[in-house]
Structures are given as C-alpha cells and as structure tokens.
C-alpha cells in the first residue's frame, strides 16, 4: 500500500522540477513563484501525513524517511542548479550546499534519525519544529524570489543576500548534525 505521505512526497518532487522547467522558459513569474511556494507547503503536508497515518495504525512505508529526503535534495539541488546556471547565484554556493549535504546525511544516515539528537543547539537548530520550519521559509522565500529575480527582473541583491542567508543557516545545521554525531 502507497501511503499518502509517499504520494505528496513524489507530487512535491514533481511539482518542484516542474517549476524549474517554467523559470527556464521565463513563464509567469507570479505562478512560478506561487508553485514554487506549493510544493515547499507540500513538503511539510507529506511530514503531516506520514505523522497521522502513524497514529491511525497504517504501517509506516519502509523507504518513505528515506524517500522524502531524497525529494528534498532533488527538490533543491535543482533550484540551486538551475539559478547558479542562469547565472542568478554564484556557482560556488551550489558546491558549499551539496558538499554540506554529503557530509550531513552521511553522518545522519549513519545515526539513524534527527530525534536522536542530544545537544541543545543541535535540537533547535536541526530537529525542532521551530529550525525545521525556518530553513524551509527561508527556502521558499529564497527560491521564490529567484525566480521572480531571473523572470521579471527583481533586484538581484536582495535574491544573492537570501541565498547566503539561507547558506549559513543550511551550515549551521549541518555543524550541528556533524557535531553530534562525532560527540558519540
């Protein structure tokens, strides 16, 4: 059985390299935007879900930890990609990402889970609702005005200070996730 999490986990997976595929060809960048905006909401309704099906009984999916990261780095990789090659962001931030990413989920995978986590700062910053949701606002708030910097010619400043924003605080969760996992 396909739970629903799994199911919003692909559509999101979907809908983001959609939206990649529009700020390619410069489509309208409102819409652009607004989608890009949806499948970031989506990203926390799979979370949703997969926690509800839990308490409902259904068994939880085999791959499905796995496979919402792997929308969440295919999801992301591909904003990074494509405005590091329009020339929106400087290349060498796409490599800080994937680079911080590997190392993390290596040393997560290893772990196991972010609910392991003990140390207070790796709590906030990595695994609560409060850390979680931020890296995500700032991603959606980031990757939407990209595009509408790449698009509708938005000031591109503003789009390069939000990039090295929401790099630092990608670094920062990877430190911590890092940290905690070489304490052990």
């Known amino acids: 059985m396909i739970r629903q999490a799994d199911l919003t986990t692909g559509f999101r997976t979907l809908l983001s390299l959609f ?15 607004f989608l890009i905006i949806v499948a970031f909401v989506l990203d926390g309704l ?24 792997a929308g969440d780095r295919i999801a992301e990789y591909s904003y990074w990609i494509i405005f590091s090659f329009l020339g929106v962001i400087p290349l060498f931030l796409l490599f800080i990402v994937m680079i911080r990413h590997s190392i993390a989920d290596a040393f997560m995978g290893a772990k196991g889970t972010s609910s392991k986590l003990k140390t207070k ?12 949701g931020g890296v995500n606002l700032l991603k959606v708030v980031t990757f939407s005005y990209l595009a509408l910097v790449y698009i509708a010619g938005y000031p591109s400043n ?3 200070g ?23």
């Open 19 to 33: 939206t990649i595929y529009l700020i390619v060809i410069k489509y309208n960048a409102y819409i652009t935007a």
């Open 46 to 69: 799979d979370g949703v879900l997969a926690r509800r099906q839990k308490k409902q009984g259904i068994e939880p999916s085999k791959f499905g930890p796995r496979l919402d990261v």
């Open 121 to 132: 700062f790796a709590q906030i910053v990595y695994a609560s609702k409060i850390g979680r």
């Open 158 to 160: 503003i789009g390069l």
């Open 162 to 184: 939000l990039s090295y924003l929401l790099v630092i605080y990608i670094l920062l969760r990877g430190a911590a996730e890092v940290y905690e996992n070489m304490i052990e």
